[in-house]
């Protein structure tokens, strides 16, 4: 078989029979002994000795020549793993372990040898021109079913979210090994809701929050990308707050220091109240934003206080003052509020719990920043702000309000932005700082921000711009910015 230039030079054509492509069929492939050279033709001399040591300990691993003094089973399965990083002996290892399992006389040593396979195919994929070999051995090998089935499931997802970047811990791989690689997981919803799911060894992020999204009744692909879990982790004195991307497999960043939340982050799709749990969840969010004073309202505007403040009321019930943004408490005429509240609940008895929480985000989704990630901005590079002013970001683009006037003071497309640069503090124990390099090559700009959550917010940015570029087939923007 030619391809792919000189390494691809020689492929035993037993081999190649063996997983469905053309060549002679033979009774078996399992070799006695360790092979002299590599499986495939290697140019390099180093890595045809590598290769041939590969060989040496795949068969110490599965037991089929003696293990050297002081290595275990698992170092040596360690070993091989490590060595696939390097891409031209992945191919190569990925025949030596189809040469072994294929045909192998003892059943034991041969269940080791597709162990190896399904966590090879779950953190490294063969090149395209191995692929289709790899695919056709896998479904050809009835006399292992379940564990083909497995090493495919793996491959799928190999190829579909790229592979494992950090490779599992030592002792991942020894509970993968005694098929214990399933462990319990914990994701904070909003409101303080809890669920609680099962994740395997290669689980990744968008296949949780594909589960979270099937419990709120969403079946549309799209609707589902507008949802993100959200990682924190503790360093030091301060959290690492971020948007865990799609293809991040979970047993990779899930520590013990660590806990999952989830919450929507894109509001594209048109929001739909056919399932219970979807209107819970999403009046937990809204309700949080809102009483935290992230969706504006005018201190002046008692009437839409009291009604959303009412239809609070109508859920479960509280002190008056707990159903007003926190920012607004001490700018409002409570006992205005207070009446306008009874008249607006005189009006809604005939509203149960569930219609109120719809009401309430029909009636929140025409504040000015819904829709909207907000971050308080302690200072913007050439911008003087009588104070603190608010900062939304959206899958479209970035936004400075002042929340005074609830004037727009700046606005930057994500499409246009080029870089993002984390800044240290400008005082000692200040805030850090976000510099963001945007606009043409004709007139480039650039803008910075003081901000407590600035490596929050620069996470985020970079989860909505990977979000973008999947969306250009639809017409969207580019892909991820600088970092």
Known sequence: ???????????????????????????SLWPQAPIKESLISLSDEDTNKQ??????????????????????????????LKLCREENLRDEIYCQVIKQVTCHPQPEHCTR????????????????????????????????????????????????????????????????????????????????????TTIQTFTVAAEVVEELCRQMGITDPQEMQEFALFLIKKEGESL?????????????????DTSLHSRRLIWETPLHFDNPTYITTHYKQVLRDYLQGKLLVNPQADTQLARLAALQHLCPRQDMLNYLPKPLRGHVNIPIIKKLIDQELRQLQVYNSQEAQISFIEA????????????????????????????????????????????????????????????????????????????????????????????????????????????????RGPSQVQV
């Open 364 to 475: 929140v989704s025409q504040l000015p920043l819904f829709g909207y990630t907000v971050y308080v901005v302690l200072r913007v590079s050439q911008m003087a702000l009588p104070g603190p002013s608010l900062l939304g970001l959206n899958h479209q683009h970035l936004i400075v309000m002042d929340p005074c006037s609830q004037k727009q003071c700046c606005s930057i497309t994500l499409k246009d932005l080029h870089r993002l640069h984390l800044l240290s503090p400008l005082e000692s124990e200040g805030p850090p700082g976000l510099e963001l390099n945007y606009g043409s090559a004709d007139n480039p700009q650039t803008i910075w921000f003081e901000l407590l959550k600035a490596q929050e917010l620069m996470h985020t940015i970079v989860f909505l711009t990977d979000r973008v570029g999947e969306g250009m087939k639809r017409g």
């Open 1 to 27: 078989h030619q391809g792919e230039g000189d390494r691809w030079g020689r492929v035993e054509p037993a081999l190649w029979g063996s997983m469905g492509a053309p060549g002679p069929t033979i009774q």
């Open 51 to 80: 290769a041939v040591e590969s060989f040496r300990v795949l068969m110490q691993f599965m037991g089929d020549q003696p293990k050297p003094r002081g290595k275990n089973d698992l170092e040596l399965l360690y070993e091989l």
């Open 113 to 196: 040898g597709w162990n190896l396979l399904s966590l090879l195919t779950g953190c490294f994929s063969p090149s395209a021109t191995l692929m289709p070999y790899v695919i056709k051995f896998l479904q050809n090998s009835g006399s292992s079913q379940e564990l083909a089935r497995n090493s495919q499931e793996h491959l799928q997802r190999t190829v579909k979210y790229g592979g494992r970047q950090r490779l599992p811990s030592l002792g991942e791989i020894q509970a993968f090994l005694k098929g214990q690689g399933m462990r319990s997981l914990l994701i904070h919803l909003p409101g303080g809701v809890d669920y609680r």
């Open 240 to 256: 690492l707050v971020r948007p865990l991307l799609p293809h991040e497999y979970l047993n990779s960043v899930v520590e013990q």
